[in-house]
């Protein structure tokens, strides 16, 4: 059984992964390139000086990928961070070690060490933003409707264009990391 540091050491970093992407790359450029990290030098002195590693379990597919991918790469630029991705349904073993309520949900960024002990966890999506597709989502027909189909794609749409346009979520995600991150670093050693 590999090691999240073994999986580390095989993934590819985020900035390779963003450059690849076949879906949903225009917009996670686009999160990219207009989210402005907050002034918060205590938080990246703590990243530059604990140097943890990040591994993102991921597919380019996935809409919370998509954003929150994008915020932690600004994370990551600004603070010299190594992130690495890999693909979850490529690497199910490790996948099925963070489930999220039973279920296998992503992305999921697992925080490693330098020498790739877990210190910290966080994903798939942000309690904020679980509330907004929460409510998009409750307009839907039971599954067995012959218009489920057509109503999910709406509404999944709708989603997308909230990651993208919101900057609000790119703010409540970057608290999130900001709080995983510090919780990870500081009960570290």
Not at 9 to 36: C, P, R, T, V
Not at 88 to 96: A, I, K, T, W
Request: hydrophobic content about 35%; glycine content about 4%.
């Amino acid at each position: 059984m590999m090691t999240e540091q073994q999986y580390f050491e095989n993934g590819i970093s985020l900035e390779s992964y963003m450059a690849q992407m076949e879906s949903n790359q225009h917009k996670s450029y686009s999160i990219y390139e207009k989210f402005e990290l907050p002034k918060d030098p205590e938080f990246l002195a703590l990243l530059k000086d604990k140097k943890p590693h990040v591994l993102v379990i991921t597919e380019d597919w996935n809409g919370d990928a998509m954003m929150n991918n994008a915020i932690l790469r600004k994370i990551a630029d600004a603070a010299d961070l190594e992130v690495h991705c890999i693909s979850r349904d490529d690497n199910l073993e490790l996948m099925d070690r963070y489930l999220t309520n039973g279920e296998r949900s992503i992305p999921k960024y697992i925080v490693l060490s330098e020498a790739g002990e877990v210190l910290g966890e966080w994903g798939p999506r942000a309690p904020k933003v679980q509330e907004f597709v929460d409510k998009k989502k409750s307009v839907l027909p039971e599954k067995e409707d012959p218009q489920y189909k057509l109503h999910m794609k709406t509404v999944t749409g709708e989603i997308l264009d909230g990651f993208v346009y919101n900057d609000d979520f790119w703010h409540v995600v970057y608290e999130e990391f900001r709080q995983v991150f510090q919780t990870a670093l500081t009960s570290s050693k």
